[in-house]
């Protein structure tokens, strides 16, 4: 039994009619793994919270539970921020492409999207200010407005090259089937 969560970094057989292989196109699928960044700050998000909730214990067991409370409602807090991180990308559909990003979402169906395309431009490195010469992956509207939704130094791609080729060609396959003709 294939597991799906692997199926977008899998080879495509010469034999594969689609480059589409997943059979519910219904469901928002990324068409990547969230990145070794991405996973380890929700980790250590995670770990965080760990010892918030131990500390909401000891505060809630001393006697004072409003201050435990409010230590397990930070907690949770810091739970949901991580769940969150690990949310974070771009997401594919048959009714369009979703860009999650860290406090909001956004979706273009695919009949407002004129191209996707693959260019060559400085890009934020982890989204920090700094910038370097990368690669990034342009979804563009038919009204000509631009946005972009991957890179290959983001917390998903950085250092997996590879990873940020396949994962372009992905959705740029996505668009070439299900984009307006």
Known sequence: MPLPFLTADRAFDAEDAVALPFADHDQWRRPYRPGPWRVGLAALALLLASFVLLAAVI?????????????????????????????????????????????????????????????????????????????????????GEQTLLLTDHNADFLSRVEAFDRAADTVEAWNAEYGAR
């Open 59 to 143: 505060i809630a067991v001393a006697g004072a539970f409003g201050g435990g409370l409010l230590t397990f409602g930070i907690a949770l807090l810091v739970i949901g921020s991580a769940l969150r991180i690990l949310r974070v990308g771009v997401w594919v559909s048959r009714a369009g492409v979703r860009q999650v990003k860290f406090p909001r979402t956004s979706t273009v169906p695919w009949a407002q999207v004129a191209a996707v395309r693959t260019v060559q431009q400085p890009v934020r490195w982890l989204g920090l200010p700094r910038t370097v010469q990368g690669q990034a992956l342009l979804l563009v509207r038919r009204s």
